[in-house]
């Protein structure tokens, strides 16, 4: 018989030390059709490059399932007049072999707490997710954030909607 284990999704910080973490996110991959996102092979190099964006791993116990970035700059301007106080969630993926079992949404629902406690000077954290991809628009609805109504039109594949996630 099949044994049920406890799931505990943690969000931490990915610090240029943490050489297991990384080696461990630098092996995800992403299928095309899911494109959405890059993974972290992609994007940690563009973090570790900008002291304005954030490389946060997303762990089921000890094991790194994905990754997101929280940045103060990127295309955050496009999308709000009040930058300040503001971070922009992107590149947000579980990778596919942890797909499909709730992690996601659990890490979207810790988002709030993990920023209080990393980023005291933010009350608001905003994201865009393509109409195309339903499966995350529900992730991140279900972890706590709100559709703005807002769109924004300029997606590497296609419009997107304005999330927001208020501290
Ligand atoms: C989107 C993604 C983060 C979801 O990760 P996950 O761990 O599988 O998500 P969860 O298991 O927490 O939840 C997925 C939810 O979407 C639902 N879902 C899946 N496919 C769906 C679809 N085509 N339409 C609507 N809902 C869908 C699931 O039923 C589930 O909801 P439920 O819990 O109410 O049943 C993951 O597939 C991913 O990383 N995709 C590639 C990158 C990406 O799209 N990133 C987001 C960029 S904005």
């Known amino acids: 018989m099949g044994r049920v ?24 991959t992403l299928p095309p059709e899911q ?3 890059r993974p ?12 304005g964006r954030t490389s946060v791993a997303i762990l089921d116990g000890d094991l790194p399932v994905g990754m997101f970035q929280l940045d103060r700059g990127g295309f955050l301007p ?9 971070l922009l969630l992107r590149a947000f993926y579980v990778a596919p072999p942890f797909q499909g079992r709730g992690l996601a949404t659990r890490a979207v629902a810790a988002v709030a ?7 005291p000077d933010v009350d608001r954290v ?36 304005v999330f927001a996630l208020q501290l």
């Open 78 to 86: 496009e999308i709000t007049d009040r930058v300040e106080g503001t």
């Open 5 to 28: 284990r406890p799931m505990s999704v943690t969000l931490r910080l990915v610090r240029p030390e943490d050489s297991g973490l990384r080696a461990q996110l630098m092996a995800h």
């Open 113 to 119: 707490d993990f920023v209080r406690a990393t980023f």
């Open 35 to 37: 494109d959405f996102a």
């Open 40 to 51: 972290a092979r992609d994007t940690l190099p563009l973090a570790d490059a900008d002291p």
């Open 126 to 161: 905003l994201l865009t997710v393509n109409h195309a991809n339903p499966a995350a628009a529900r992730c991140y609805l279900r972890g706590g954030f709100a559709d703005t109504g807002q769109d924004y039109l300029v997606g590497r594949r296609g419009p997107q909607d």
